[in-house]
């Protein structure tokens, strides 16, 4: 053989042995568990330029749809901040009024997780969370005027929970914060519902947040365990405080009105409420209620502190998944972002949460599975909030518990012609609700009438029109679906 042929040979397997080292590494690389770096924001009405707002500066969110799956059509279990999270994070639906307020306890019987983020943790999985994850501002369980307990929300799932709360000194002060480190409490209520203060992003919470979630996500890359890293901001949620630098991002002659600005036909105001969460900051410039519409220049302002809010936080999020790619973590970390739950702005006369319409409901879910092929879409069937808990185990290849209500969504991540749910439910006000891509039913158990409502979204999206009475064939036709989300919630109400 020639010197020639033997150089050729050796240069051949020296090749192939390259090759098949780059093939173990590969394979290496896609057999580790996945990360997941889950982000709740507050109050997030799918008001996001993903979801077709042309006003809203969200180039961050923005950019996370398209590298992910955005979900359409996403609706929460509860129309509220504790009991919402309680869901997702249990994957139950509420089966006694218990589970419809903040304060719900926690199952920490040895027989169920506490939570998905509990059994990730008895999976091999590192679990840190910051904020507001669950209800407390800060982890643990106290009033907002009371000094800080060291009881926990969630005593078995996080291996660290940490929070700065900065100048404010506690996690419900920094939760209603205003720059010069005064809070709601503080002030006994005798505060604006929105703040422009020239400060930097530290100068209210959500930037310490971000700051601390960098800094955690530097520790966490040289762990040897996966990680689920829980970060909770505050905004959009009232107070609508935000640096100026966001505020004027807009004008605010740009800003739309509500669509529907008065009580929809043929229901009981029962079905809405007099905004008083809003009303609760006592300086408020004019004060909401379902006899007259704010005037439009308040109405308008009110909005911009929104969309401020939302372009402030949707920075911090930016900082926090750009330091995910920086550390070189992205290609192996599943990123969530999930709302608690919508926000009417106006809507119906109503600003607030707390309603069984689409407007509390229906909230922001993107997720980014770095395993997936086709990305960048947005998947329009119906999901509900207690998917999440099968999605995120489903995702890192570990199996559920029983005794879960959701079903994981990875065919929608993986393919843009999925199909969703028949139908997602929700609970709050004596009422439970059923929403499918055309109709939303909402059965009351209480004394106003009418008991029940139906929107038809297809004719009517902006729900402004009950339209049971005059089509009892669509009722008989719709309940038997609502009764497969009837979980015994009112059982005790005649």
């Known amino acids: 053989m020639t010197f020639d042929k033997i150089k050729i040979i050796g240069f051949v397997l020296m090749q192939i042995s390259l090759l098949s080292c780059e093939k173990i590494e590969n394979s290496t690389q896609s057999e580790k568990p996945l990360n997941v770096l889950m982000i709740c924001v507050d109050d997030l009405r799918p008001e996001l330029g993903a979801y077709g707002n042309k006003i809203i500066k969200s180039p961050n969110i923005d950019k996370l749809a398209s590298e992910g799956v955005t979900f359409m059509n996403h609706f929460v279990q509860v129309p509220t901040c504790g009991a919402s999270r309680y869901s997702m994070l249990t994957g139950i639906r509420p089966v006694s009024p218990d589970f419809l307020g903040n304060n719900i306890q926690y199952n920490t019987s040895p027989d169920q997780p506490e939570t998905f983020i509990h059994h990730l943790k008895n999976n091999g999985y590192y679990t840190v969370g910051m904020g507001k994850i669950s209800h407390s501002a800060d982890g643990f369980v106290y009033g907002y005027t009371d000094p800080v307990s060291d009881k926990k929300e969630l005593p078995l799932s996080f291996d660290e929970f940490v929070f700065d709360a900065g100048k404010w000194e506690t996690g419900w002060n920094a939760f209603f914060a205003y720059a010069n480190g005064e809070n709601r409490q503080s002030m006994n209520r005798q505060v604006k519902p929105y703040e422009a203060a020239d400060v930097a992003d530290e100068g209210y919470p959500d930037g310490l947040t971000a700051k601390l979630a960098i800094s955690?996500?530097?520790e966490l890359k040289n762990k040897t365990k996966p990680f689920f890293l829980g970060v909770g901001f505050f905004k959009p949620h009232l107070p609508f405080n935000a640096p100026k630098k966001y505020w004027d991002m807009y004008n605010r002659e740009d800003i739309p009105?509500?669509?529907t600005p008065y009580i929809p036909k043929?229901?009981?105001a029962a079905s809405l409420h007099n905004s008083g969460e809003f009303n609760g900051y006592q300086l408020?410039?004019?004060t909401a209620s379902l006899q007259r519409p704010l005037s439009d220049d308040y109405a308008?302002?009110?909005?911009?502190a929104y969309y401020a809010s939302i372009s402030y936080v949707d920075a911090q999020i930016g900082k926090v998944l750009e330091e995910l790619k920086r550390l070189g973590l992205e290609d192996n970390t599943i990123v969530v972002l999930w709302g608690d739950h919508g926000w009417h702005l106006g809507d119906q006369l109503?600003?607030?949460?707390h309603t069984l319409f689409d407007k509390a409901l229906k909230s922001a879910l993107i997720i980014k599975?770095?395993?997936?092929?086709?990305?960048?879409f947005r998947a329009e069937g119906i999901v509900e909030s207690i998917d999440l808990y099968p999605t995120i185990l489903d995702l890192c290849a570990i199996e559920a518990p029983e005794g879960i209500e959701?079903?994981?969504?990875?065919?929608?991540?993986?393919?843009?012609?999925?199909?969703?749910?028949e139908a997602a439910y929700g609970y709050f006000k004596k009422g439970i609700t059923m929403r499918t891509e055309r109709y939303r039913l909402t059965k009351y158990y209480r004394e106003e009438t009418p008991t029940i409502e139906v929107y038809d979204l297809l004719k009517d999206p902006e729900e402004t029109n009950n339209i049971a009475k005059d089509n009892t064939e669509i009722v008989e036709e719709l309940m038997p679906l609502w009764e497969k989300g009837n979980t015994g919630l009112y059982n005790t109400i005649p």
Do not use: C
């Open 284 to 286: 408020t410039d004019e």
């Open 257 to 259: 009105l509500s669509l």
């Open 216 to 218: 955690k996500l530097r």
């Open 406 to 421: 959701g079903r994981s969504l990875r065919p929608q991540l993986e393919l843009s012609s999925a199909k969703g749910k």
């Open 369 to 376: 599975n770095p395993q997936t092929i086709e990305k960048g």
């Open 300 to 304: 308008r302002k009110v909005k911009h």
């Open 266 to 268: 043929n229901i009981s």
């Open 350 to 353: 109503t600003w607030g949460k």
